[in-house]
Nanobody, 123 residues
Framework: QVQLQESGGGSVQAGGSLRVSCEASVNYCMAWFRQAPGQEREGVAVIVADGSTLYSDSVKGRFTISRDTAKNILHLQMDSLKPEDTAVYYC?????????????????????WGQGTQVTVSS
């Protein structure tokens, strides 16, 4: 059974930082997504198979994804947070050892989801 457990959300003022983490029960391809009220789920960041990182345009330069492979923990460091970053942040996994193939930030490609952690940024 694949289990994903996010932690580290919270509330912060604009310009602040937060780090969210996701502990997984498996060593699969994992990525970060978010969903704001009334909006579709959006891909945020992923580490692709060659070790490079891919970010959505809205977070590029402010967020950093990293992974502790030995512990199967995925992190997302979020700096210079903006009110529009307010959302529930989810980690997701797909049954691949590495994130290969096109569209690695397409939520439809992921089968396993955590319960999400709320991030709220106030102005």
């Amino acid at each position: 059974q694949v289990q994903l457990q996010e932690s580290g959300g919270g509330s912060v003022q604009a310009g602040g930082s937060l780090r969210v983490s996701c502990e997984a029960s498996v060593n699969y391809c994992m990525a970060w997504f978010r969903q704001a009220p009334g909006q579709e789920r959006e891909g945020v960041a992923v580490i692709v198979a060659d070790g490079s990182t891919l970010y959505s345009d809205s977070v590029k330069g402010r967020f950093t994804i990293s992974r502790d492979t030995a512990k199967n923990i995925l992190h997302l460091q979020m700096d210079s947070l903006k009110p529009e970053d307010t959302a529930v942040y989810y980690c997701a996994a797909r049954a691949l050892r590495a994130c290969v193939g096109p569209h690695p930030l397409d939520p439809g490609r992921y089968s396993y989801w955590g319960q999400g952690t709320q991030v709220t940024v106030s102005s």
